[in-house]
Structure formats: C-alpha cells, structure tokens
C-alpha cells in the first residue's frame, strides 16, 4: 500500500516452502527496497519483464537492497524448528520496533483442499492424524499469540471446513482456538467474516461457518476464486460493527 508516495506498511517476514513462489517474493522484496532507496524501479528489472533481456543477478544491481530482500523473505516450512527459530527472532525485532502489527497468511493449504484431500486418500495406508499438515494451523496460532499483533487476516481454501481428522472438523478445532487466543494475557481478538451488505463490504459477526467464505467475484475481482477468510482484530482495537468496506477491489479497503 502506498500513500503520499510513502508505504506505511513494512513486511518484516514472510515464510514460503515453495520453490518458485519464494523466487517472487524474494523479487517483490528486492523491488519494494529498491524503489525506496531510489524512488523508482531499477531500469534492468524493467527490460527483464518486458522479455527484452534476461534475468540480471539481482545482487549486482543493488547489493544492499538483495541483503534486505533475502532477509526479509524466507525460505522455510512452516512447523520446522528452524522456521520457528526465524519467525520467533523476527516477531522480536518488531515487537522491538513497533507498537502495533499485522499478521497476513495460514497454513498450507493441501491437507484441507479437495484435491489434495482426494491424492491423500489414494495413497497405501494413509492415516489423516499422521499427517502433520492437518494440524499446522497450530503453528500458525502460536505465532499469533507469540506477535499479539493489532489484526490479523487468516486465509485457506473452501474445503477446510470440512476436512476432518481425529472425528473433529479442523475449521471446529481451529475455532476454538483462535476464540481462546489470548484469553491468558488479555489480547483476545474479535473474528470477523467479510460480508456484502449494502453494496459494500463490510466486517460482521459470522453465524456459520460458511459465512466465513469470501467469493472474489462479489469484489469486483476478475476471476471466479472462493477462500475462507477470517478477520482477527484484538479486543482493545475493536471497533462497532458493521465497519464498511469499499465494494471496489483496486480502491482503498477502508471507506473514508
């Protein structure tokens, strides 16, 4: 987000498993750092993209703005020591630093998708409580309530509402415990689903699961794309509902 050619918002980390889906944040990071130091995106980036030149080696374009990329986007699987190592480091330097955060993501998606939930089931003795993806979402609360940040964006695919393990549906367990949150150290959060109402989207008290459903192309989004979205905003922060939203996916989120 920029405003007043400034961004008010800084990534302190991000964490990714995949090959090539960590290469584009790695890029995005370097980007971002390059075109604050010098107020525009670098001219070898700009030829690369338009399929005009190869790929640089970034490093030699800007060598301090690639140190702070690859510091700031990282190559980790959630729910290794070594990513908790990164992750704890990172949530004290910004709890260090700043007052308030955001934490944006979720687990990984495939224990919870239909497609991976159908591959799982096709493999020779299977056990869905063996398979350490359907709990990671654990992971992801412990960071939570390890930051304690302002808000929080929670986001998986549609089929984690009914992806079960231990007789449980994973989305109940998950409930439960992000409605805990905090409960010990006075930062529990308010969930939220993100609704139309009005003509605008706005933040509401979910009644069902499924109200926690987010079909991108209500939004004015171009594709036809459904995520379960939850929105955690801590207690002390809270505002009176229904806060609005622009019904405008390249507007500002917030209405004026």
Known sequence: MVADGHSPFRIGISVEKEASAHRTLTLRAFLREYR???????????????????EPDWSE??????RAAIEEARALELGTETAADAIDAAIDRLKARYDDTILIGGPPCQAYSLVGRARSRGKVGYVPEEDERHYLFREYIRVLDELRPAAFVMENVKGMLSSTVESRLVF????EDLSSLGTDHGHEYELRAIRIQDGKA???????????????????IPQKRHRVI????????AVALPLNLRHDAFGDIFCP
Request: aromatic share 8%; hydrophobic share 45%; with cysteine.
């Open 202 to 220: 706005c933040l509401q008290e979910a009644m069902r699961p499924s109200d926690f459903i987010v079909r991108a192309e209500a939004f004015g």
């Open 36 to 54: 604050s130091r010098h107020g525009t995106l670098p001219r070898k980036f700009i030829d690369f993209h338009a399929g005009h030149a190869p």
């Open 172 to 175: 109940e367990m998950l409930m």
């Open 230 to 237: 939850i929105i955690g905003i801590r207690s002390d922060l």
């Open 61 to 66: 374009v800007d060598a301090d703005a690639w």
